[in-house]
């Protein structure tokens, strides 16, 4: 599945959700999926950033997205469940969702995070992603078959010094999959986790200020895992964390 090929239609007819689809991986996603046949629906909470994305699928020839903008760190129930009661009358079902939108926080010891920052990075890392999943699942339940990707990282099975809050969020994002995996399994809806690793983006390059970039992986050279997990070829996994760079 890391070197999954998918076919130029494997997710026509399909209509994907992507978070934070205006920047770094959410960008890549959004114009990959689009290439392949998807209406993508472009999440995020800077509307320039999203109109770029909007412009680079239009003018590539694919389908046309819809943008919606929305700072998940003020969002409520009401706003989520106003946006799904919006993708059922335009689109009638949603096939995807990717939650890749997160905050990285600060970089500091424990005993010194602050509660707002807590509070800030769970609150768009982890609550936000619970209402959205919440109030979609009604469209997901649409779909012939409908997959929904969160977004892990190492730090989301294996603790690490000063990566505290981050880290807490993305064991709890791995804990919400697997709690809706179990609770989903043998239907036609599916939750799984990607662990991008190492990937050149603005967030990386908060976490390690010094790193030298060019040997890292892009957006792009992932994305054949992202594909492969959105396309019903992965119709029957559920329950897993894909790792995207796996240490050989
Ligand atoms: N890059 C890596 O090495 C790496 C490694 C492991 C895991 N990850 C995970 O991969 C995912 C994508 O990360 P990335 O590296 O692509 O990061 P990124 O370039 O910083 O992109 C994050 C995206 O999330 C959006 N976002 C942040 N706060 C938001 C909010 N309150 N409301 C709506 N959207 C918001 C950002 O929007 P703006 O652009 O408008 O700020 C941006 O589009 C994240 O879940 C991250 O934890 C990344």
Redesign the pocket.
């Known amino acids: 599945m890391l070197n999954f090929s998918a076919s130029l239609n494997a997710l026509q007819n399909k209509t994907i959700l992507i978070?934070?689809?205006?920047?770094?991986?959410?960008?890549?996603a959004a114009i990959n999926f689009a290439k392949h046949g998807a209406t993508v629906i472009l999440?995020?909470?800077?509307v320039k950033?999203l109109e770029t994305v909007y412009d680079e699928i239009i003018e590539a020839g694919y389908p046309e997205p819809a943008i919606v903008p929305?700072?998940?760190?003020?969002?409520t129930k009401k706003h989520y469940q106003d946006m799904a009661n919006t993708i059922i009358s335009q689109f009638g079902k949603l096939d995807g969702v990717l939650?890749?939108?997160?905050?990285?926080g600060h970089l500091e010891p424990f005993k010194q995070i602050e509660e707002d920052i807590f509070n800030e990075v769970m609150?768009?890392?982890l609550n936000?992603q619970f209402l959205m999943t919440q109030a979609l699942l009604e469209a997901l339940e649409l779909a012939p078959q409908a997959s929904v990707v969160f977004?892990?990282?190492?730090?989301?099975s294996q603790g690490r010094a000063y990566w505290g809050t981050?880290s807490i969020s993305?064991f709890a994002t791995e804990g919400m999959m697997q709690v809706l995996a179990d609770e989903y399994a043998g239907t036609k809806l599916r939750f799984n986790c990607?662990?991008?690793?190492?990937?050149?983006?603005?967030?990386?390059a908060?976490?390690f200020p010094g790193e030298e970039t060019s040997t890292?992986k892009t957006?792009e050279d992932i994305m054949p895992l992202y594909l492969y997990l959105m396309a019903d070829d992965s119709k029957e996994e559920n329950g897993k964390t894909f790792v995207a760079q796996p240490k050989s």
């Open positions: 978070t934070g689809a205006g920047a770094g991986i959410g960008k890549a999440l995020g909470r800077t950033k929305l700072d998940m760190k003020g969002a939650q890749n939108a997160s905050l990285l609150q768009v890392n936000s977004t892990s990282s190492s730090v989301g981050y993305k990607i662990n991008p690793g190492a990937t050149r983006t603005s967030m990386r908060k976490a890292l957006p």
